[in-house]
């Protein structure tokens, strides 16, 4: 167990739907960075949060955004789901958001339909 | 369970034989290097790192190999189990500047009793 937990395990929506993954990083970890993983791919890097604030943005679309609150927690919104958006989503956290080691959630399951 | 990835380079080995994954890196500012394992509908789980002043770096059963000359990193495991099953990743930190990881393809390890 990595002490980072996501909320939900598995969602099934239709397309044209939005939806909001939840993470909770590591106690005292600042920084949390989102990942998709889809069965032709490998693990392609969404978007980096540190304390609350936006630090590097990957291969994010415009239908997706995400946040980082107060309580470091962040949540990760996909709207206008496509089929194509069908993945596992991942979370991890680190200490201090510099490139050092990463810990994973256990994902999430989105499958669209 | 399922796989992460369609077409994944395989190593296949027998229990209790030794393992050896490897993994090419581009950048040669490159600093530190992690290995992650991820077994089938899990997320990504710490194995070991090494940053970029060391050559080699052990752990229980796996060691790392870092060859800058070729950018090339190796993880071996000894003695491998069925247990080891899993999608193996590399990932770096291209240095300085960066505060992410980026991620290898991944090798799927079967090992067979």
């Known amino acids: 167990d990595s002490g980072v937990t996501q909320t939900p395990k598995h969602l099934i929506t239709a397309t044209g739907q939005r939806v909001t993954l939840r993470c909770s990083p590591r106690?005292?970890?600042?920084?949390v960075y989102w990942y998709q993983q889809s069965l032709d791919q490998g693990l392609q890097f969404l978007i980096q949060?540190?304390?609350?604030?936006?630090?590097a943005k990957g291969n994010i679309l415009e239908r997706f955004s995400a946040q980082q609150f107060p309580d470091l927690h962040s949540e990760l919104n996909l709207s206008s789901l496509e089929l194509g958006d069908s993945a596992l989503y991942f979370c991890?956290?680190?200490?201090?958001?510099?490139?050092?080691?990463?810990?994973f959630g256990p994902g999430t399951r989105l499958l669209v339909l | 369970g399922e796989s992460v990835g369609l077409h994944l380079p395989t190593l296949s080995v027998q229990e209790g034989d030794n393992s050896i994954i490897n993994c090419a890196y581009s950048?040669?500012?490159?600093?530190?290097f992690i290995w992650y394992k991820q077994e089938s509908g899990k997320g990504p789980q710490f194995i070991i790192d090494?940053?970029?002043?060391?050559d080699k770096r052990q752990g229980q059963r796996v060691t790392v190999l870092l060859n800058k000359t070729v950018k090339h990193l190796s993880l071996q495991i000894a003695a491998t189990q069925p247990g080891d099953s899993a999608v193996y990743f590399c990932?770096?930190?291209?240095?300085?500047?960066?505060?992410?990881?980026?991620f290898g393809k991944g090798t799927m390890l079967l090992v067979s009793p």
């Open positions: 949060y540190y304390n609350g604030e936006e630090r």
């Open positions: 990932a770096e930190n291209r240095g300085p500047g960066y505060s992410t990881l980026t």
């Open positions: 090494i940053r970029s002043n060391m």
């Open positions: 106690s005292g970890d600042l920084s």
């Open positions: 950048n040669s500012a490159s600093d530190y």
């Open positions: 991890a956290s680190s200490p201090s958001g510099t490139g050092e080691t990463q810990y």
